[in-house]
Structure formats: C-alpha cells, structure tokens
T-cell receptor, first 112, second 114 residues
C-alpha cells in the first residue's frame, strides 16, 4: 500500500521555467492538500481540494495553480518559477473532518 | 479561525530524561488537535490526536498529550527520551465543524544528547 506518492523528489529549475508536481494517493481520500515547508515557518497551505474537480486557495496560493481531474491525483503547477518558490513541497490527503492526514515524502525544489 | 503557537523552536534533553513540547491553540470552534513528527528528510507522521473524547491522549512511541481547555494548551510529553526521538514536532489544529483545514505551528526541533 503506497499511501501518498509525490513525484519528482528533487528538482532544480531556472527562474521563469515551469513545472508540475504530481501527487497520487491510493486511499480513496476525498481531501487533498499542497503545503510548502520553509525553515522556521512550519507548513503553509498553498491549495487544497475537497473532492474531484474542486480546488480552493490556501494561505499562500500566489504563483501556483492546481488541478484535480481525478480523485486520486492532485497536481501543483508553477507557471513561471521564482527563487522565492525554493522550498520543500508536501502533498497530503485525508478522508475528512478530524481524520489523520497522510503525507508524501516531499519534493525539494530549488529555483536558481 | 484557528491558529497554533509552539512556544519553543528548539528543545534539548538528555537521553532518559522527560520531554515537554509546548503548544497553545486558538479556535473559534471546538478544536481537533494533532501532533505530527518529522524525522530528517522524511514526511510527516501522526503521533496522536484529540477530537473531543478523553482529554489525555496516548500516542505512538510512548508520547502523550493533555488537552486543557481552560489553558488552551495541548502540550506533548514523554517520560523518558530516546535518541530516536530527535526530530521536528508539529502541533496542528483544526475545527470540529464542517470542513476545516489543518493549521500547523512553526515546529519544535527536539535534540537528544547521550
């Protein structure tokens, strides 16, 4: 049972390049989330989804877009990468209120 | 709205001594509270959760936390630290109504010395 899988695990981008991070979960969870983790700031919510075909903005959505075309997948896109987007990105999923969130292993992104 | 404050960015203990990681929360609704642990270069793992049942919650690896509504606190404790406990710990709050996002604290790094 894979749980939550993120690809890629590492990536280096040049300023202005675009990329997509993929999150896949095999637990049939309704809710999925994208967070970024920066030193001293904990995890901050970028976007989230409460079901297939739905997305919503979190705390720090600027510069990112998301899509949830299939229930098991949640994609995070950077259209024009900036050095401020250098971070570790985590995807998570859960079944709803008060339930445990399961996290992927993270994607370390560096924008130069 | 929900928020959580972890009062210490770093905590250092010796192996075999007690661990106390402090967390205060704020919530407009009855809260759900969680502690997650992150070992270096790993994802996050749930240690324990409080969701309006017993106020003393036991988790994995000997950790426990007590929900104190009057103090708006949810401190994490362990009687005896082990070297493998060295990690970053996150206190997380959500609300027991509708769909509420998880709100993370800034984390506490636990250092355990021999």
């Amino acid at each position: 049972n894979a749980g939550v899988t993120q690809t890629p695990k590492f990536r280096v981008l040049k300023t202005g390049q675009s990329m997509t991070l993929l999150c896949a979960q095999d637990m049939n969870h309704e809710y999925m989330y994208w967070y970024r983790q920066d030193p001293g700031m904990g995890l901050r919510l970028i976007h989230y989804s409460v079901g297939e075909g739905t997305t919503a903005k979190g705390e720090v959505p600027d510069g990112y877009n998301v899509s949830r075309l299939k229930k098991q997948n949640f994609l995070l896109g950077l259209e024009s990468a900036a050095p401020s987007q250098t971070s570790v990105y985590f995807c998570a999923s859960n079944q709803g209120m008060n339930t445990e969130a399961f996290f992927g292993q993270g994607t370390r992104l560096t924008v130069v | 709205a929900q928020s959580v404050t972890q009062l210490d960015s770093h905590v250092s203990v010796s192996e075999g001594t007690p661990v106390l990681l402090r967390c205060n929360y704020s919530s407009s609704y009855s809260p759900s509270l969680f502690w997650y642990v992150q070992h270096p270069n790993k994802g996050l793992q749930l240690l324990l959760k409080y969701t309006s049942a017993a106020t003393l919650v036991k988790g994995i690896n000997g950790f426990e936390a007590e929900f104190k509504k009057s103090e708006t606190s949810f401190h994490l404790t362990k009687p005896s630290a082990h070297m493998s406990d060295a990690a970053e710990y996150f206190c997380v709050v959500s609300a027991n109504t509708g769909f509420q996002k998880l709100v993370f604290g800034t984390g506490t790094r636990l250092l355990v010395s021999p």
